[in-house]
């Protein structure tokens, strides 16, 4: 098990972000994470990466509890969780070349910064963008570089918090299979917040549905996208047109087949 919460907890003065949560991700899995804004998903985010502490419960990485470690073991555990920002031209120091961006955390991971542009192959981009700074790229080419860095540093688990909601239409869908395509050789897991529930479909493996700060409902993607349990799951499928054949329509029938395919 890559991550484990258990009744995890997040107050801000009277208010409850978190409110008893209980979520886990094995090594390889695709989570998606869905609800509403200000339901709570990108304070979960914070206590699983370790930047706020919970205000009761736990979080364990590859076992092991993050509450109560020392500085450095806690550092060397929080290079197992990584996050990707929504928009990567702010995450991205404007000041520092591709070259610099990526060698910054191999540094830090102990890596030979000589493997920067074996960096860069694994995340689609060539070597002739090494000298450019985040401004001369595109808004995909600057996620890759994000993702390059996140990387970097060896994760078990990448959080991504809306990866591709600011960019293209065209561009998203090659973010996605980027991600797909380095899932598919590796054991890396993601938990992904997105509004997307087409993205959800495409790629999550189990999605977790939040709602005033619990999760409502948990399930094989499949299982919670055909036939949501909770009234609010039902809700948000039917605010997207298509994504779900109507009540009275037989999903086997070929509008219904076609309505789901064009989301493939
Ligand atoms: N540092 C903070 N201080 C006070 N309240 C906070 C703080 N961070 C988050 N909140 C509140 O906690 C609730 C959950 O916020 P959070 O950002 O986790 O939601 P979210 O589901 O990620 O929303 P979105 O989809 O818009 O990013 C909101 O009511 C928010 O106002």
Same mark, same amino acid.
């Given at each position: 098990?890559?991550?484990?919460?258990?009744?995890?907890?997040?107050?801000?003065?009277?208010?409850?972000?978190?409110?008893?949560?209980?979520?886990?991700?094995?090594?390889?899995?695709?989570?998606?994470?869905?609800?509403?804004?200000?339901?709570?998903?990108?304070?979960?985010?914070?206590?699983?990466?370790?930047?706020?502490?919970?205000?009761?419960?736990?979080?364990?990485?590859?076992?092991?509890?993050?509450?109560?470690?020392?500085?450095?073991?806690?550092?060397?555990?929080?290079?197992?969780?990584?996050?990707?920002?929504?928009?990567?031209?702010?995450?991205?120091?404007?000041?520092?070349?591709?070259?610099?961006?990526?060698?910054?955390?191999?540094?830090?991971?102990?890596?030979?910064?000589?493997?920067?542009?074996?960096?860069?192959?694994?995340?689609?981009?060539?070597?002739?963008?090494?000298?450019?700074?985040?401004?001369?790229?595109?808004?995909?080419?600057?996620?890759?570089?994000?993702?390059?860095?996140?990387?970097?540093?060896?994760?078990?688990? $990448? !959080?991504?918090?809306? +990866? @591709?909601?600011?960019?293209?239409? %065209?561009? #998203?869908?090659?973010?996605?299979?980027? =991600? *797909? &395509?380095?899932?598919?050789?590796?054991?890396?897991?993601?938990?992904?917040?997105?509004?997307?529930?087409?993205?959800?479909?495409?790629?999550?493996?189990?999605?977790?549905?939040?709602?005033?700060?619990? $999760? !409502?409902?948990?399930? +094989? @993607?499949?299982?919670?996208?055909? %036939?949501? #349990?909770?009234?609010?799951?039902?809700? =948000? *499928? &039917?605010?997207?047109?298509?994504?779900?054949?109507?009540?009275?329509?037989?999903?086997?029938?070929?509008?219904?087949?076609?309505?789901?395919?064009?989301?493939?």
């Amino acid at each position: 098990m890559i991550l484990d919460v258990q009744q995890l907890v997040k107050t801000f003065g009277s208010h409850t972000a978190v409110a008893g949560v209980d979520l886990n991700i094995t090594a390889g899995e695709v989570h998606a994470l869905v609800g509403e804004s200000g339901s709570g998903k990108t304070t979960l985010a914070r206590c699983v990466l370790g930047l706020i502490p919970p205000t009761s419960g736990t979080v364990h990485i590859a076992g092991r509890p993050l509450a109560g470690l020392r500085r450095k073991e806690l550092r060397r555990l929080r290079h197992q969780v990584q996050i990707v920002f929504q928009n990567p031209y702010a995450a991205l120091n404007p000041r520092m070349t591709v070259r610099q961006l990526i060698a910054e955390p191999l540094r830090e991971a102990g890596r030979p910064v000589t493997d920067v542009t074996a960096e860069l192959e694994r995340v689609g981009l060539p070597a002739t963008v090494l000298t450019r700074y985040p401004h001369q790229l595109s808004g995909g080419q600057c996620q890759r570089v994000a993702i390059a860095r996140a990387l970097a540093v060896g994760p078990s688990l $990448l !959080v991504l918090d809306e +990866p @591709t909601s600011a960019l293209d239409v %065209s561009v #998203q869908a090659q973010i996605l299979n980027l =991600l *797909l &395509d380095l899932r598919e050789h590796s054991d890396l897991a993601f938990l992904l917040i997105t509004h997307d529930l087409g993205v959800v479909r495409h790629i999550a493996d189990r999605v977790s549905v939040m709602l005033h700060g619990e $999760l !409502v409902e948990t399930g +094989p @993607t499949a299982q919670v996208l055909d %036939s949501p #349990q909770h009234p609010y799951t039902r809700r =948000l *499928l &039917d605010a997207v047109p298509g994504l779900r054949p109507p009540d009275d329509t037989p999903p086997s029938t070929p509008a219904a087949a076609t309505a789901q395919g064009a989301l493939q």
